[in-house]
C-alpha cells in the first residue's frame, strides 16, 4: 500500500500530500462536526445522488448508481463493501471523489479506495445508527451518529472488543458478524451463516432474491438465510426492493439511465471484466448493446433453459409433492423427491430449496394445476411460511 501511495504522488502532483479518499480516517479531518441526514426515502437519495454525480461525472459516477451503493447511500444500512473495482485512477478522478467526500462527509457519509486494489468502499453513519439500533445481535454497541467520524471509528474498536468480552464469538465468524451488520443484513442470516454446515446432507439456505438489486450489475446486495428464517428476513426484502424500485421508476433516474454520456460511462465500466460468470451477471450489459445477438440469446437460453428443465421435472412430479406437503414432510423429502425424478427423467436439473419455494410462488398466481396445489397444500401446512406470496410482489 505504500509503494502504491508514493506512485499516486507522483502521477498526481496537484496533491500535497496522499488524496485523502487514499488515507485512513481521512473523514476526521474533512468532517470535525456532522449534521447527519436521516431521511430514507428515495425521493431524497436520488436528490442527493444527483448532486454526487454532478460532481463526480460520468466516468466516477456512474459507478454509484447500482443497488449495493444507493442502499448505503440512502442511509438503510451503513457500509457498501467488496463491491466492483474502481478503474485506474487518473489525478482528475481523484480530485472529483475528493469533491464528492468534501460534500458526503458532513452529511455522514464518505466514499473512498479501500486495499491495494482499490476496491470502492462507502460507509454511512446514520446507516451503522440504525443497523445498531435495531439489531439484537449479543453483543451490538450502540453508536450514535451525533458523534461523527471520530466516534465511528472509536465505536469499530469497541465492537470488536465486545465480540470478544462480552459473547465470545469464533475467530472464524467475527468478521462475518461485524460486516453482517454494517451490511444491513437481518440478524437470523447473520446468525443462521454461524448455525449453516455446508457439509451436511441436510445442509439448505435460501437466496434473499431481492427486487432490482440487479438492475445494474454489481456486488449485488444480498444473503442468504435459512428456511425457517423467512418471516425473520422478510421485512428487510421488502424494505429493500420498494425503496430501488422507487429509486430506479424516480423520472430524474429514468432520464438518467437514458442519457448517452452514462450509457457510455456504464460499457465502459462494464468492458473491465469482460468475461464475468454468466449465472451472475445481470442483463445491463444486454440494455447497453454490448453483448451481440448471438451473446444475447445465449444468455437468455441459459436462463429460460434452466427453467424449463424445473419445470417439466416439477410437472413429472408435482402431484407426489402435493401429497408429501399434507403429509407434513420435511423440505429434504421434497427435494430428495425433485432431484430422484431429474435422475429418472435424465433432465440436468439441480433442485434446492430456493428453486422449490419458487414454485410455491409461482402456484399463487396461477389459478388451477399442479403449481396451485403445490402452494396450496403447501400454505395449508405453512401458512406462517408462505404468508409473503398471498401478498403483491413489486413489478419488475
Not at 187 to 213: E, H, K, V, W
Not at 218 to 238: E, H, M, Y
Request: glycine share 6%.
Amino acid at each position: 500500500m505504500r509503494k502504491l501511495l508514493w506512485l499516486l504522488l507522483l502521477v498526481v502532483p496537484a496533491f500535497a500530500e496522499a488524496p485523502w479518499v487514499l488515507q485512513p480516517q481521512f473523514e476526521t479531518r474533512l468532517a470535525p462536526t456532522v449534521h447527519v441526514r436521516k431521511d430514507v426515502s428515495a425521493d431524497a437519495t436520488v436528490r442527493l445522488f444527483l448532486q454526487v454525480y454532478r460532481i463526480a461525472g460520468p466516468r466516477i459516477g456512474c459507478r454509484l448508481v447500482d443497488p449495493a451503493d444507493l442502499l448505503t447511500l440512502s442511509g438503510s444500512r451503513g457500509l457498501t463493501s467488496w463491491n466492483m473495482r474502481w478503474p485506474v485512477l487518473t489525478g482528475d478522478d481523484l480530485q472529483r471523489l475528493e469533491a464528492v467526500d468534501r460534500l458526503l462527509a458532513p452529511q455522514g457519509i464518505s466514499v473512498e479506495c479501500s486495499g491495494p486494489s482499490l476496491d470502492e468502499e462507502m460507509v454511512n453513519l446514520a446507516g451503522v445508527e440504525r443497523m445498531c439500533r435495531t439489531s439484537h445481535m449479543p453483543a451490538t454497541i450502540p453508536y450514535d451518529s451525533q458523534t461523527g467520524w471520530v466516534g465511528y471509528y472509536q465505536w469499530q474498536t469497541q465492537q470488536m472488543n465486545a465480540y470478544d468480552q462480552q459473547a465470545p464469538v469464533p475467530q472464524q465468524n467475527r468478521d462475518h458478524v461485524y460486516y453482517g451488520l454494517m451490511l444491513g443484513y437481518p440478524d437470523r442470516a447473520i446468525l443462521g451463516y454461524m448455525q449453516y454446515d455446508s457439509s451436511s446432507q441436510n445442509a439448505r439456505t435460501i437466496a434473499s432474491d431481492i427486487p432490482f438489486t440487479s438492475y445494474y450489475e454489481c456486488g449485488v446486495p444480498s444473503f442468504n438465510f435459512l428456511p425457517d428464517d423467512l418471516a425473520a428476513v422478510q421485512p428487510t426484502i421488502k424494505a429493500w426492493g420498494r425503496l430501488l424500485q422507487a429509486i430506479y421508476r424516480h423520472p430524474a433516474m429514468v432520464r438518467l439511465d437514458a442519457d448517452p454520456a452514462f450509457r457510455q460511462a456504464r460499457r465502459a465500466f462494464l468492458a473491465i471484466d469482460k468475461e464475468p460468470d454468466m449465472g451472475w451477471w445481470s442483463d445491463e450489459r444486454g440494455r447497453l448493446g454490448m453483448w451481440s445477438k448471438d451473446q444475447w440469446a445465449t444468455f437468455r437460453a441459459f436462463r429460460d433453459s434452466a427453467s424449463d428443465r424445473h419445470e417439466q421435472v416439477f410437472q413429472a412430479c408435482a402431484p407426489r409433492l402435493t401429497e408429501l406437503v399434507r403429509q407434513d414432510a420435511n423440505t429434504d423429502a421434497l427435494l430428495q423427491l425433485c432431484n430422484e425424478t431429474a435422475a429418472t427423467l435424465h433432465v440436468e436439473a439441480l433442485f434446492d430449496a430456493n428453486v422449490l419455494y419458487r414454485w410455491a410462488e409461482l402456484g399463487y398466481y396461477v389459478p388451477s394445476g399442479p403449481h396451485h396445489d403445490f402452494f396450496q397444500a403447501a400454505h395449508d401446512a405453512h401458512p406462517a411460511f408462505f404468508k409473503r406470496w398471498k401478498e403483491p410482489s413489486p413489478s419488475p
